[in-house]
């Protein structure tokens, strides 16, 4: 008999409260962690010399968009090494259910279903998921452009309310996306107020991003504040070149707010382009009563024209990603059909193929039935690097894994943040780093005794070199996993080694 199954011997702790580098001995029983002094005489089953190397809780990914993609590539719709470029880098929780978007109610009932699909397939880390506001209203309401009724709110409310008690782990919206985006503040806030009564965070993609961000952050506040709900602005930005600098003043507000006692987050990834559907940069009355009425209105120039106006004068209200930047700023990531344009701007297209903007981004998305992905250059450096900066923000990838050529930070977020932004740029130490996608993040969610290394903690760690740790996804190859990622360990199983996804599915959807 051994003492342990695992045992880590030889590294130095970081234990994702921020507390210094400790030289100590980890090992792992029945599931959870046991912390020993250096030089331990314990036996187990495996002994792994991580001398020069740092042990972390696993990476808690704050943000994601991948909420199926496992069950997508058990389907083969979308490639493995999407689905586990996650994992490769540290990650042992994805907080899905993000922008308003879960899986849940629309493909399935609700958390339960999602768990039994995982679970039928196997995962290799684990997963939790806010409820998405956006996939609550297309359930209750659909895709109509106007505000909910009183009974269909009451309805919504009820729906999350069940969502949270069973586990969710907060209520998200992304109030620039249909749906979401025709909710009112009210609504908003009733909605927030059931998550307020469960202890869980509203979670929220601002109404706008870009010129409008200092007012989208008021209403965020407006819904907490008369809600009584924590808030976490998701990955916070200025973008747009009329936004450019102002996260100097929404930063001032946030930290104004903690200082008055508010519990108010964020998160960030570290890249100044963002990434999202093509059709989010149509105006929102394009897309009212859902997504095959916006591909009919496409096919009428008429509509175009009146689309094409929007984009060119703008709409009160609305974030529009196009009249912010350009054409030339947003390239293709995914488009299945036509993968000779990937990669490429829809200026640049357009150019080639002697059509104006609007009429390709039509012809494309009719060709696709609506489904194409886009990278925005949006955003400036200085910003990424105050947001990322900011004590109370955390780290989330936004991950969005899709074919083609998605956004690196599916696969670069983590090593980036701790070899980019903390040991070469200096942003922050290491050990701030590791808070920053461990404990902070824990803490944030709820995730009872993870993102720590501490006695009966769960047993998710993550063992890098941190003079190695580098991202190496890049937006022409943007799944070359991390260098410097020695093991990633969940729930006491070790599923990678040297960037090898190892056959364990430990990984389970955790219900909080
Ligand atoms: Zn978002």
Redesign the pocket.
């Known amino acids: 008999m051994t003492d342990f199954s695992l045992l880590l011997r030889g590294g130095v702790v970081a234990d994702g409260t921020g507390a210094p580098l400790v030289a100590r001995d980890v090992a792992v029983v029945g599931g959870h962690l046991v912390v020993l002094e250096p030089g331990s005489t314990a036996t187990a089953d495996e002994v792994v010399d991580v001398r020069g190397l740092v042990v972390a809780p696993g990476f808690i990914d704050a943000h994601t968009h991948s909420d199926t993609s496992v069950l997508a590539a058990a389907d083969g719709e979308l490639d493995i090494a999407q689905a586990y470029a996650a994992v490769r880098q540290g990650v042992t929780v994805e907080v899905a259910g993000?922008?308003g978007s879960s899986a849940f109610p629309g493909s399935f009932s609700d958390l339960a279903a999602l768990s039994r699909a995982q679970e039928s397939v196997g995962r290799p880390n684990h997963l939790v998921s806010l409820l998405g506001h956006g996939s609550l209203r297309a359930a209750v309401v659909g895709h109509e452009a106007r505000p909910a009724t009183e009974q269909e709110v009451a309805r919504m409310a009820d729906k999350l309310d069940e969502a949270l008690a069973a586990g969710a782990v907060g209520f998200s919206t992304?109030l620039i996306y249909t749906p979401g985006t025709y909710a009112d503040t009210a609504e908003v806030t009733t909605l927030a107020r059931i998550a307020a009564q469960h202890r869980k965070p509203y979670v929220t993609?601002l109404r706008d991003e870009m010129s409008g961000v200092e007012e989208a952050l008021e209403e965020a506040v407006a819904i907490a504040r008369d809600s009584g709900a924590a808030l976490h602005i998701?990955?916070h930005k200025t973008a747009g070149k009329y936004a450019w600098g102002r996260t100097e003043t929404t930063l001032a507000t946030l930290a104004s707010l903690r200082d008055s006692g508010m519990d108010v987050t964020c998160d960030v990834y570290p890249y100044t382009a963002g990434s999202t559907a093509l059709a989010a940069m149509l105006p929102p009355w394009a897309h009212d009563g859902g997504p095959a009425r916006m591909l009919e209105r496409l096919k009428d120039p008429a509509q175009r024209d009146l689309i094409r106006a929007d984009i060119s004068e703008g709409v009160p209200g609305w974030e529009n990603t196009v009249g912010n930047g350009g054409w030339d700023r947003i390239s293709v990531a995914c488009a299945r059909r036509h993968p000779q344009y990937q990669g490429r701007t829809i200026a640049e297209i357009a150019a080639a193929r002697e059509l104006d903007a609007l009429d390709l981004v039509s012809e494309l998305l009719l060709d696709e039935d609506g489904d194409v992905s886009i990278i925005s250059h949006s955003m400036r450096e200085d910003d990424v690097r105050r947001v990322l900066s900011a004590p109370f923000a955390m780290i989330g990838s936004?991950g969005v894994p899709k074919p083609g050529l998605p956004h690196p930070r599916w696969a670069g977020t983590f090593s980036r943040v701790l070899g980019h932004y903390s040991r070469e740029v200096g942003l922050f130490g290491l050990t701030e780093a590791v808070r920053k996608m461990t404990g902070a993040t824990a803490k944030r969610f709820g995730l009872v005794g993870r993102g720590v290394v501490r006695n009966g903690a769960h047993a998710d760690l993550v063992v890098f070199d941190p003079e190695r740790i580098a991202d190496r996804a890049t937006f022409e190859d943007p799944l070359v996993p991390p260098e410097g990622v020695r093991m990633v360990v969940v729930a006491g199983a070790v599923v990678v080694r040297d960037g090898e996804v190892l056959g364990a599915r430990p990984g389970q959807v955790l219900a909080c």
């Open positions: 993000n922008c992304g993609h998701s990955h936004d």
